[in-house]
């Protein structure tokens, strides 16, 4: 019987396990299960120089007190000159997975560590409460307690595709993560890309550096990229209204934050300081609105949200500039809609009619479904939270069965808590979750 069954093999499982080693639970009872090396996961399993992180390397710890190791560990084990910029360092995205990975790296060389390469299919409940676990292989794991640490799930495209119509689909990208489709290309290949965030940079950043040739087309609502990143400071505490109180209505949470932000454009280091420092209570003030009241400001805010939250690197929104200088770069504001077959290439349509000719489609539209969450819902272990975008879960981690008890044993850990935990997406609020669940599964 495994005491700690992990799922995922990303930066959320990597710092659980880092936590539970430290409170001083024996490495030999914890099994990870994940298809990619331990740290890499789908954020950073990407061997593409382009993709860098889009924070500067201070943000990205594992420990509170300790928010230099990973810019102190890069500056000792890489040479990337490039990284480095006004507004901080920004490194390689498999870099900081290689640095997660030094830190397991000793358990699992000497096998007091499991990890096994393969993915949960299905989880079920045995009779006596301990779980059982289905791997793609077929193999079953039982254990004690599992961790559904999976990160945010892969692209899928954001309409129904009907492969069996189409050929050559190997030039359609469905999960561009990885950094590998730009191996696919021709120089003047006529590329479209579906959305405007932080992948959608990534690839840009990449095309630049391909020297591509042929025109890029970007479909999006709000044709409008994420702000650069600049050297922000938290100077201030924001003191939020209803301080006291357990409750806050939606129109004070929104005005409190309109009426903090300065005037000032969206990249300036006063502009970016003020939002940091909003974030310091947001959380806190995020688990004070009714949900009816987070769905709506979600549903209200949810791209403008992404754009200012999701800030870009400098080097990508250089790489941005220097193709629209080229003129190579067309917007196209709209919903992609489907994908038709034409000779030798694809039609992308749209919403509002418009088709764009493309020789390659590259889905940056974000995240898809976790299949495991939803195997959870449908066999009534688990229920869907507030967005539908995870499981529910309470206070301290347990997933909430159908009478909203809590699961004996299955908690979960996930940047995609935001409707219970609000702003919880960042490296540190991972590690954070990871500390806190330590520290109760060590005490019991």
């Not at 943000?59 to 480095?84: C, G, H, R, V």
């Not at 999976?150 to 595709?161: C, D, I, K, V």
């Amino acid at each position: 019987m495994i005491e700690y069954l992990i799922v995922g093999s990303g930066f959320t499982a990597s710092v659980i396990c880092i936590h539970l080693i430290d409170t001083g639970i024996n490495p030999k009872k914890i099994t990870v299960i994940g298809p990619t090396k331990l740290g890499q996961g789908n954020a950073f399993n990407c061997p593409n120089d382009e993709y860098r992180l889009n924070v500067r390397s201070e943000i990205m710890w594992i420990y509170p007190e300790k928010k230099s190791e990973f810019t102190n560990w890069a500056k000792k084990e890489i040479i990337d000159n490039d990284a480095l910029h006004s507004a901080g360092n920004f490194y390689k995205r498999s870099d900081f997975g290689r640095f997660i990975y030094s830190k397991l790296r000793k358990y699992l060389e000497s096998g007091e560590l499991c990890h096994e390469k393969e993915v949960i299919k299905k989880i079920n409940k045995n009779n006596d409460g301990s779980w059982v676990s289905i791997l793609s292989n077929e193999k079953e794991l039982h254990s004690k307690n599992i961790i559904l640490a999976t990160g945010n799930p892969s692209p899928q495209w954001p309409f129904p595709l009907k492969r069996e119509t189409l050929i050559k689909t190997e030039s359609l990208i469905e999960n561009p993560w990885d950094g590998q489709w730009i191996k696919k290309l021709k120089k003047n290949d006529n590329i479209s890309i579906i959305g405007s965030g932080l992948t959608a940079l990534d690839c840009l950043a990449s095309l630049k550096s391909y020297n591509h040739d042929g025109e890029i087309n970007i479909v999006s609502p709000s044709g409008n990229f994420p702000p650069p990143q600049a050297f922000w400071t938290r100077k201030n505490t924001p003191v939020w209204p209803n301080a006291n109180e357990e409750n806050l209505l939606p129109s004070k949470f929104l005005n409190f934050m309109k009426n903090y932000l300065p005037s000032e454009p969206l990249e300036s280091s006063k502009w970016q300081s003020a939002w940091e420092e909003l974030r310091i209570d947001i959380s806190h003030n995020w688990n004070k609105l009714p949900n009816k009241g987070k769905f709506a400001l979600k549903k209200r805010l949810n791209s403008t949200w992404s754009r200012l939250r999701y800030r870009a690197s400098p080097q990508s929104i250089n790489a941005l500039k220097e193709l629209k200088n080229k003129q190579q770069l067309i917007i196209f504001n709209g919903y992609a809609k489907n994908i038709i077959q034409k000779k030798n290439s694809f039609s992308l349509l749209l919403n509002n009619g418009k088709s764009i000719n493309s020789d390659i489609i590259i889905n940056c539209s974000g995240k898809g479904k976790d299949n495991l969450n939803e195997q959870l819902i449908n066999s009534k272990i688990g229920i869907p939270d507030t967005f539908k975008e995870a499981l529910e879960v309470d206070e301290n981690h347990r997933v909430l069965s159908t009478d909203r008890n809590p699961n004996i044993g299955l908690y979960m850990i996930s940047p995609v808590l935001i409707a219970k935990f609000g702003d919880i997406v960042a490296a540190n609020r991972l590690a954070l979750q990871s500390m806190h669940l330590a520290s109760i599964l060590s005490s019991n």
